[in-house]
Structures are given as C-alpha cells and as structure tokens.
C-alpha cells in the first residue's frame, strides 16, 4: 500500500484525538485494495466488517467523531502538479439558477432535497471515530455517495466502519446509517494524495429492501463545466464554532484557485468535517436541487474563511462512472 502523501497537509486532529472519543471496534482484516485500471483505485468491504459498521455508530460515537480536516501550508500548496481541466462537458440531470447569495456560512434552512440528500459521513481513522459529509447522486445503482477522497483514504490507508446518515441532526439518523459495500477514490489521490483529485465515492448496501437514492433522493451532476460559476456548497462542519449537529451552507459567486491548485474557490467559514460536502451550481433554493460540480477538500492556513474544492473534469468523471456501476 503505498504511503506517498502531499507533503505538509495538515490534519487538525491530533487535539480533537485528545480525549472524548468513543474506541473503534476491533481490528478485522482488511481487504485488500486494489486499483481498477486508470478510473480509480478502489476497496471491496467484507460482509463481516459491513455488520460491524451497522451496529458501530451509536448517537454517542456520532457526536464524538473528531472532524478531518485538511489544511495546505504555503510549503505544501506548491507540490501538487496541476492538470488541465479540460475535456467535454457532461451533464447528469439538469437544475435550475440560485436565486440569493452571498452566504459566508450559516444553518441551512431552505429545505428542499439537499436536506436529504446530503449528511453526514462517519469512519474509523487511524483507530479513531472521525467524520466528513457526503452527498446522494443520480446514478445507475441508485446506491453511490460522492465525497472527499481524504474522506475514503488518507495517509496510506483506506478508512473502516464507513457509514452515510443523510440528513443526520444531532445524533439522529431520520432515514437510516447506510453502510459501504465498496470506497473507492481516483488514481492520483491514491498515488500521491494530490490535492488537484481529492474526490471519493462510496456504494452503499441498500436497507431494509430499498437503495439509497429511492429513499433519500438524488443530485444531478455536471463534469467540464469550467470556472467562475454561482455556486452553493453544504456540509456538517463539526469544529469550532460549529459542532456537526446541523446542515451548513455557503454561497456566492466561486473563482478559481489563484495559488497553487487547480480547484474552484469560494468564501466560506465552513470548517473541519465539512469535507465532502458537494457544491452546487445550477442551485434552486425552493427544491434544494442543483448540479453537483465539487466537494469541500481543503483551506490554506494562510488564508482564512476561504474554501478550495476540486475541479471535477475527466478524473472525477471516470470515478464517479466507476462507482455507479459497482
């Protein structure tokens, strides 16, 4: 397993690690990854590990989870390499424009599908609880969360006890913890952690005789579509002053990444477990529905209250196929 990472990303975890959390389960033995040709690199979940993670995520642990959060350091932010996002457009399901902005971070109240379709996503990293936040998408299994690749595998190893609670409030899951039967990330994330391609997928077993999107709903999805584009973006930030109990949301107009990424940008507070999050352009406020373009990956130290998230072209493109035909 390979354990090159991008040099200086931070990880705002070692203090919230501290104390307070609830301990993993214990150790099974992971099955072995393996990278599915140039789309992604991907890991099947045992049946045994699925049933512990069905019963694993008590509302304590929940509440407990430490966020991940990723932060670059000047040092750190002239590493990765920066692709050209190009490619043809495509479009999955289309949306209709936003109609307010600017937001720098607030409860999201507007109701609507996002509300369901987005959550909270909790995992056993380095043998501890820990969170992000994912998003439900159209697909052909019905059954994929997209999400930050940080939020599937970081540090050489892919995470465990891996669960989606859409919607989740407080230590409440209204519409179930769904349970992944396979993660799945793209090549570069796997190989270097490059933060250009920080974008990850789960497939979640159905339950109670349903799939996922047939339960919560789905988001469309927009691949190619360039730069400087009216967006919204959502996730549960559980760090100061947030605390992951509520849906959070940012919106304005996004630029791109004038240092060192290839990635959109917007103003935003939102902090860590907020990764994953998906954003959204095309976003109509009275049916919370739009076209998923990004997820929240990662913030400079040197520059606060601003959100950097990846460029979804072809890479994230062949990810999010591969997923939906696991």
């Known amino acids: 397993m390979r354990r090159n990472r991008t040099a200086g990303i931070l990880l705002a975890l070692g203090a919230l690690f501290g104390g307070g959390l609830a301990a993993a389960a214990p150790a099974h033995s992971a099955p072995t990854p393996t990278a599915d040709g140039a789309s992604a690199a991907l890991r099947t979940v045992s049946p045994a590990e699925q049933r512990t993670a069905r019963t694993f995520w008590t509302p304590e642990r929940m509440r407990g989870a430490a966020p991940l959060d990723l932060r670059l350091t000047p040092k750190a932010a002239a590493a990765p390499k920066t692709p050209a996002p190009d490619g043809k457009a495509a479009t999955v399901v289309p949306g209709a424009a936003p109609t307010a902005f600017p937001e720098g971070g607030a409860p999201w109240t507007g109701g609507g599908a996002v509300v369901s379709t987005s ?37 050489g190893s892919w995470h465990t006890n891996w669960v989606f609670v859409p919607a989740y409030d407080d230590g409440k899951a209204p519409y179930g913890q769904w349970t992944a039967t396979r993660t799945l990330t793209t090549p570069q994330w796997e190989a270097s952690e490059d933060i250009n391609h920080d974008v990850g997928a789960a497939v979640v077993a159905p339950l109670n005789g349903r799939t996922l999107t047939s339960v919560v709903g789905a988001q469309g999805l927009q691949f190619n579509g360039g730069y400087n584009k009216q967006m919204y973006a959502f996730g549960f930030p559980a760090a100061s002053p947030y605390d992951g109990s509520a849906l959070i949301h940012c919106s304005g107009n996004s630029s791109k990444d004038f240092l060192f990424s290839q990635d959109h940008s917007l103003a935003c507070d939102m902090t860590g477990g907020s990764s994953g999050g998906p954003w959204f352009t095309g976003f109509d406020e009275a049916t919370g ?12 130290t040197f520059l606060p209250n601003r959100m950097f998230g990846p460029y979804f072209g072809d890479v994230a493109k062949a990810l999010y196929d591969r997923a939906q035909a696991a």
Request: charged share 10%; with cysteine; aromatic share 12%.
């Open 119 to 155: 959550g909270r996503v909790f995992f056993t990293f380095d043998g501890r609880t820990a969170s992000c936040s994912g998003n439900a998408v159209t697909s052909a299994n019905a059954s994929t969360v997209i999400t930050a690749g940080h939020c599937v595998k970081y540090q």
């Open 289 to 300: 529905t739009g076209l998923q373009v990004s997820v929240n990956s990662f913030g400079y």
